[in-house]
């Protein structure tokens, strides 16, 4: 499905405004909504490129990825880390630092990842690997409309300006 925003848009990302392809990952749950979890924990994550096609913004599915933590692990999580409550003992362990990385491995080529939830070491992970994580607000359940959202929010991070009044 290709999807377009009509608008004039300007992106604050340097390589979509020189007509590069960008890559977004989201965290996706069986049925394709976006998973409101950890997104440590999510079943599969769903690759968006978008690219800009005259005066349009188009993004499209590319794949999806499944998590190789769900097979690792056999698909089974506590409640701690599905919530992002890792005890800070749990949380500082290097196997437990490790597995976040696998998630990195899993969307290499990806300039964002777009979640509602994540802890500090999908945080960490995602920053040493380049990625930008944006939070999605935790009404949007459809990858479309948080794709749209990210776009409209970079849109007006990039063109609005702080004004000073005089006092």
């Known amino acids: 499905m290709t999807l377009l925003l009509e608008h004039d848009m300007q992106l604050s990302i340097k390589d979509h405004q020189q007509g590069i392809d960008m890559q977004i990952a989201i965290p996706t749950d069986y049925d394709d909504a976006i998973y409101q979890d950890n997104a440590y924990t999510a079943p599969k994550f769903a690759i968006y490129t978008v690219v800009p096609e005259n005066e349009k913004v188009v993004f499209f599915l590319k794949n999806i990825v499944e998590n190789p933590l769900r097979k690792m692990k056999s698909g ?15 949380s500082s362990e290097l196997t437990h630092i490790y597995e976040h990385y696998s998630l990195l491995d899993s969307i290499s080529g990806c300039s964002y990842l777009l979640a509602n939830c994540y802890c500090k070491n999908v945080a960490r992970s995602m920053k040493s690997g380049g990625i930008i994580i944006y939070k ?32």
Not at 76 to 90: G, N
Not at 156 to 167: D, G, K, L, V
């Open 136 to 167: 999605i607000p935790s009404i949007i359940k459809q990858t479309d409309t948080a794709i749209k959202n990210f776009l409209i929010g970079a849109s007006f991070a990039n063109t609005s300006q702080q004004i000073h009044h005089a006092s």
């Open 76 to 90: 089974s999580f506590d409640e701690a880390q599905l919530k992002c409550s890792c005890d800070t003992k749990y």
